[in-house]
C-alpha cells in the first residue's frame, strides 16, 4: 500500500457510527465533499462524474494519494487533463479534498479505495499515467509479497494504461528500487523509460526510445515524503516504465 505522511489522528473506535464521528469526525467530514470525493466509489460513480467534467486529452492517476499535495499541484497546473486519487484514510481524503476544492480543481475526483484496486476503475487502454510516490516498502524478505509493485499488479495495469503509457515510482528504499528495476527486466510488454538513483543529483538517465529520441523527463513535482527526505538529505530514487505493444528489453546501461 503506498504511504502517506503520519497522520496521528486517534482511529475511530468500533462502536456506532455516532460516537466514531465524535472521535474522529474526518469519518464524518469525507461526506461533504461529493463533488471531488466519492467516499463509497464504484466504477460507475467515477465514470459519471468524469462524464460531468467533459472529454480530456488524457487521465492520469495518483496511487496513495495522502492529503493531496501531489495531485493538487498536478491538477491545478493542467486543468485540462483529468485526474484520480486513490487514499483510504478519511483525514487524509478530507484534507485532500479542500484543497481541490480552494485550488478551484473540477478536473480531479478522489476515491476511498485501496491502490490494489485501480485497475477495478478504468476501461482498457483509457489510462495515461500511473503515479507511485513511497510506497510501503515492506522490507523484510517474508513481507515482500504485499509489495504493491508486483507482477499481478503490473498485469493490472497493463490492461488499463493505453499503448506508451507510463508507471512512475518514486521510493526511497534501495531495495524497492532493484525490485522494481528486476520485474521490469522480467515482465514482457514493458520498456523502461527513466530511472534516477538518486532523483534530485542531476537529471535521470534517459532511455533512448521512440526513433532514437530522449524522452524528456517532466518537471518533478514533490510529494511530503519527498520533501521529509530531501531534508534529511536522504536519495529519492525514480523509475519509469512504459507499455509497449511490442516488447523490447530494457538496456540498464549505457
Known sequence: MPRSPPDRTPMPMPRTPDVAFRINPYTRWVYDHPERLLAEPTPALLDRARRSAGPAPRLEVDLGCGSGNFLVQLAAAHRDRHYVGFELRYKRLVKAARKLERQGCANAWLLR??????????????????????????????????????????????????????????????????????????????????????????????????????????????????????????????????????????????
Not at 138 to 153: C, V
Not at 163 to 188: C, M, N, W
Open 113 to 254: 479505495e485501496a491502490a490494489e484496486r485501480c485497475g477495478d476503475y478504468f476501461a482498457p487502454a483509457t489510462v495515461d499515467c500511473v503515479y507511485i510516490n513511497f510506497p510501503d516498502p515492506w522490507p523484510r524478505r517474508s513481507q515482500w509479497k504485499k509489495r504493491l509493485f508486483g507482477k499481478a499488479f503490473l498485469e493490472d495495469l497493463q490492461r488499463v494504461l493505453k499503448p506508451g503509457g507510463e508507471v512512475r515510482l518514486k521510493t526511497d528504499h534501495s531495495g524497492y528500487f532493484l525490485h522494481a528495476l528486476q520485474l521490469i527486466r522480467d515482465l514482457p510488454g514493458w520498456r523502461l523509460s527513466q530511472f534516477a538513483n538518486d532523483l534530485h543529483q542531476g537529471m535521470p538517465r534517459v532511455q533512448q526510445c521512440h526513433g532514437n529520441l530522449p524522452r524528456v523527463m517532466p518537471r518533478n513535482v514533490e510529494t511530503e515524503f519527498e520533501q521529509l527526505f530531501l531534508s534529511k538529505r536522504q536519495p529519492v530514487h525514480f523509475v519509469a516504465v512504459e507499455k509497449v505493444d511490442q516488447p523490447h528489453g530494457p538496456a540498464l546501461s549505457q
